[in-house]
């Protein structure tokens, strides 16, 4: 059974940090490039950040480039989402990816929610 379990949300003021976590279990994860979206209210749902299945290359959003930091942890199988100088705009439920075409796979986490506000 396929699980996806995010953490690491909340509130936080203008300019500080969050480090969002989405543990996986249930597939093969080293096989599997994973992302980070969001979905802001009244807004279509973006792509934050991306990384490789072989974990050698990272891309990012250009509203977040250069603010936020994806990476993983094959030996946990959890990969994260570093947010620092977080921005009022950054305010949104933010869902974990994993997608691997070898694998015929496409799952998600239940959405987790970051709320910048002083």
């Known amino acids: 059974q396929v699980q996806l379990v995010e953490s690491g949300g909340g509130l936080v003021q203008p300019g500080g940090s969050l480090r969002l976590s989405c543990a996986a279990s249930?597939?093969?994860?080293?096989?599997?490039?994973l992302a980070w979206e969001r979905q802001a209210p009244r807004k279509e749902r973006e792509l934050v950040a991306g990384i490789t299945a072989a974990g050698d290359s990272t891309a990012y959003a250009p509203s977040v480039k250069g603010r936020f930091t994806i990476s993983r942890d094959n030996a946990k199988s959890t990969w994260y989402l570093q947010m620092n100088n977080l921005k009022p705009e950054d305010t949104a439920v933010y869902y974990c990816?994993?997608?691997?075409?070898?694998?015929?796979?496409?799952?998600w986490g239940q959405g987790i929610q970051v709320t910048v506000s002083s």
């Open positions: 990816n994993a997608v691997s075409a070898e694998e015929d796979g496409d799952y």
């Open positions: 249930g597939f093969s994860f080293s096989r599997y490039a």
